[in-house]
């Protein structure tokens, strides 16, 4: 689910002749990039700056003037001066073939000469862009506390006329958990197997109700690994068992807005 390839399309220098910039532009932003222009003669300074205000994932550089030896490494210092490392960087304009090992070795990932179809500088952003995806693909289901599960069912299934889905027993959690089917996501009714167990505590201090939200991920671990290091208060650092064979972790409610969250990978070879 990561957003949208972002890219800036610059001008360095005192050219003044932008037509074959506002043309790549144009067509990176038909090919469903997101797409700043920054118009006309821009230091290098103001394009690596705006790159890192506008969070960046690729900065174009065209040059028509002959200064390209000189503007465009001074993009790529200025990027990695800001902590903009990672933003790649290519270009375009009227530049000698002789030229371009040089601004390779300063940088410049690509260059792009007159008369390139902008087939290929799509190709090339999607092939070289890094776009972090957080894999979150969908609410897999919202959790429900109860202290009669029978009677849950019953009304779940027969009053509100869902799609039952069946029942697991999660013996490490002392839970018993009903699934009914809406669309893409679940209702989740969990009841508690014991005196003990989270559910049952969190029922002694709480009503019925929505007890918390769970977000279905493609990766648990690589998903856990990027929450910690944004800081994210973890209740499990490491995934354990849920029902029906998934791997589950919870986020703290502190970290998001008082709402007990989990998140969980299904196996591939079972999706319910």
């Known amino acids: ?25 144009r067509a990176l932003k038909d090919a469903g990039f997101e797409v700043i222009y920054t118009g006309i003669r821009q230091t290098p300074k103001q394009i690596a700056m705006t790159a890192i205000q506008e969070d960046v994932d690729a900065v174009g550089l065209s040059c028509l003037s002959g200064a390209h030896k000189k503007l465009f490494p001074e993009v790529v210092k200025y990027l990695k001066e800001l902590g903009g490392d990672d933003i790649i960087v290519f270009g375009g304009g009227i530049i000698p073939k002789e030229d371009i090992p040089y601004l390779k070795e300063k940088g410049i990932k690509e260059i792009f000469l007159p008369g390139t179809d902008t087939k290929e500088t799509i190709e090339f952003i999607l092939k070289n862009v890094k776009k972090e995806e957080w ?13 009669d599960l029978d009677k849950a069912i019953e009304i779940y299934k027969n009053m ?3 799609e039952f889905k069946g029942i697991d027993e999660v013996e490490e959690q002392k839970v018993k958990v009903a699934f009914f089917k809406i669309g893409e996501t679940n209702i989740e009714l969990v009841a508690p197997t014991s005196d003990d167990s ?18 279905e991920v493609e990766n648990i671990n690589e998903t856990l690994e990027k929450l910690k290091e944004r800081g994210v208060k973890l209740i499990n650092e490491t995934p354990r068992k849920g029902a029906h064979g998934t791997l589950v972790a919870f986020i703290h ?3 998001t807005n008082g709402v007990l969250t989990e998140i969980c990978e299904i196996p591939k070879w079972k999706k319910f």
């Open 1 to 25: 689910m990561g957003r949208k390839i972002r890219v800036l399309i610059a001008k360095p220098g005192l050219d003044g002749h932008d037509r074959g910039a506002k043309v790549v532009a």
């Open 135 to 147: 894999m979150y693909k969908k609410i897999n289901h919202i959790g429900v506390a109860v202290k």
């Open 160 to 162: 509100l006329g869902l």
């Open 198 to 215: 989270p559910i049952a505590k969190y029922l002694e201090k709480n009503r019925e109700g929505i007890h918390h939200i769970c977000y």
């Open 253 to 255: 409610p502190k970290s």
